[in-house]
């Protein structure tokens, strides 16, 4: 191994020698986590106004959601995203081995006569349940499937007994409108919940030169 990274969330009590801080993120810098132990009426009260109305619009158009096994139909709503909003998704088998294998996985479609627009694949982990993926039809946006997956997603995972929701992952506080994560932070941002920022990601290199060398072949050759 070139180098050790690590992302904790909080900061560490002790300097670990030579540690610095990475240029990669593979954890997120910030998230937004809801109180799960409130009320359903106060959950969606603490949202911003147009989630709440967002999931109104989905259950006014017979929006119905669903936990479901078909992984297969989520990853072809996976693609459609990946391909709409540039970002690469994983082959199907690890969403499969994601959703058979995980202690406390999930899957919830959304349905419109029968047939999937939008999909979300969570875990619950402890006290807390955790969205990680979301997929959906640009066909039917309008639709606002994706709120009212969330708000089915927090539900399921209230009944579960979890005290929290972690919508996982947000651009960090004051960050530019160009982040990479501006638009999904304004989606995950109509449903409150608290901004929980974490210390930025640090690595410790091991092997200096040829780390260095490396790293300019990527700058020279790409």
Not at 126 to 134: E, F, L, R, S
Not at 182 to 200: E, H, N, Q
Request: net charge positive; with cysteine; charged share 20%.
């Amino acid at each position: 191994a070139l180098s050790v990274s690590y992302s904790p969330l909080t900061s560490l009590p002790m300097v670990i020698p030579g540690a610095r801080t990475s240029k990669n993120h593979i954890h997120a810098e910030a998230t937004r986590i809801l109180d799960l132990s409130l009320p359903e009426e106060q959950i969606l009260a603490q949202m911003h106004q147009k989630g709440r109305y967002n999931i109104k619009v989905a259950e006014r158009d017979a929006v119905a959601v669903e936990e479901s096994r078909d992984i297969e139909a989520f990853h072809k709503l996976l693609q459609e995203t990946g391909e709409r909003d540039r970002f690469g998704i994983l082959p199907l088998s690890r969403y499969k081995a994601f959703l058979e294998n995980l202690e406390g996985s999930f899957l919830l479609l959304a349905f419109v006569h029968d047939k999937p627009i939008a999909g979300l694949l969570g875990v619950i982990y402890g006290d807390t349940g955790i969205y990680y993926y979301g997929a959906s039809s640009y066909e039917h946006r309008a639709l606002m499937a994706p709120y009212a997956l969330q708000w089915a997603a927090m539900r399921l995972c209230k009944a579960k007994g979890c005290t929290n929701y972690d919508l996982l992952g947000i651009a960090p506080p004051n960050s530019s409108a160009s982040h990479p994560w501006a638009r999904l932070s304004d989606f995950k941002a109509k449903f409150g919940g608290s901004v929980v920022t974490y210390p930025p990601e640090q690595e410790v290199v091991l092997r200096p030169v040829v780390k260095g060398l490396l790293e300019l072949k990527r700058r020279v050759l790409g």
